[in-house]
């Protein structure tokens, strides 16, 4: 069924979401409130966008064109009447395109930061993939692995441009290897937990192309309080 909800609490923002496929996560709040922004970046890219809560969150915190792909004609045209509801049309711009194919449709070393809530799971013998082909694609290395994620990013970014994701931590080794073989230098992570004294679930990594040496590890990120509320700092990241 679809729907016009809120975009939490993001300047009276509104999103179209079906809740038949899937609807976006606290996974696209964090990203776009962690990864580095500044007055220079021209052209920001938002892989595998959904119904494009990433680029409408970052629509307001810079004023760099917003382009979003999704490989899901049906979700794209969802994201498409959330853009225009919001009047967006001029900052934010909508491809349904697969992203493997990205070197036919875009000039490589051309977009100063690219943002990505990649599919999480592997697919193997062991994978239960009967359900909602939306949700298969979302949530399944199906049509997106993290190689192809790497091997397009290195094509698109400008030299030192960013490359910005959300995983599970137990991708985290994964994700340093192939960065190191893309050459996309790890500078900044943020381990993300569910609550304090909890394992650690997810991870935000923000990589640089050709980037030098240097890493930040940036302090625990904790999602709830003992209570089950949200905590501050993911309170104000809503606001």
Same mark, same amino acid.
């Given at each position: ?138 949530? &399944?290395?199906?049509?997106?692995? +993290? *190689?192809? !994620?790497?091997?397009? $990013?290195? @094509?698109? =970014? ?8 959300? &995983?599970?931590?137990?991708?985290? +080794? *994964?994700? !340093?290897?192939?960065? $190191?073989? @893309?050459? =996309? ?55």
């Amino acid at each position: 069924m679809e729907v016009l909800n809120d975009l939490v609490n993001y300047q009276d923002l509104k999103i179209y979401q079906n809740t038949d496929w899937f609807l976006f996560s606290l996974d696209s709040v964090l990203l776009p409130n962690f990864v580095t922004l500044n007055k220079n970046i021209k052209m920001i890219m938002d892989l595998g966008t959904g119904n494009a809560p990433i680029p409408l969150i970052l629509s307001t915190k810079t004023n760099a064109k917003i382009i979003g792909i999704e490989i899901q004609k049906d979700v794209c045209e969802l994201a498409r009447k959330t853009i225009e509801y919001n009047s967006l049309q001029d900052r934010i711009e909508l491809y349904n395109l697969d992203i493997k194919n990205l070197k036919e449709h875009f000039v490589g070393d051309t977009v100063d930061v690219i943002t990505c809530n990649p599919p999480y799971f592997k697919v193997d013998e062991q994978s239960n993939l009967n359900e909602d082909s939306h949700k298969v694609i979302a949530r &399944h290395e199906v049509s997106l692995k +993290l *190689d192809d !994620l790497m091997k397009i $990013s290195r @094509y698109l =970014l400008k030299n030192n441009g960013v490359l910005a994701l959300v &995983h599970r931590t137990d991708r985290f +080794l *994964d994700i !340093l290897r192939l960065c $190191s073989e @893309y050459g =996309l230098e790890v500078k900044k992570i943020r381990f993300i937990y569910p609550k304090i004294g909890s394992e650690s679930n997810m991870i935000l990594v923000e990589a640089r192309k050709n980037g030098g040496v240097g890493l930040k590890v940036l302090p625990p990120l904790y999602v709830h309080e003992k209570n089950g509320d949200y905590t501050e700092e993911v309170l104000e990241m809503f606001q």
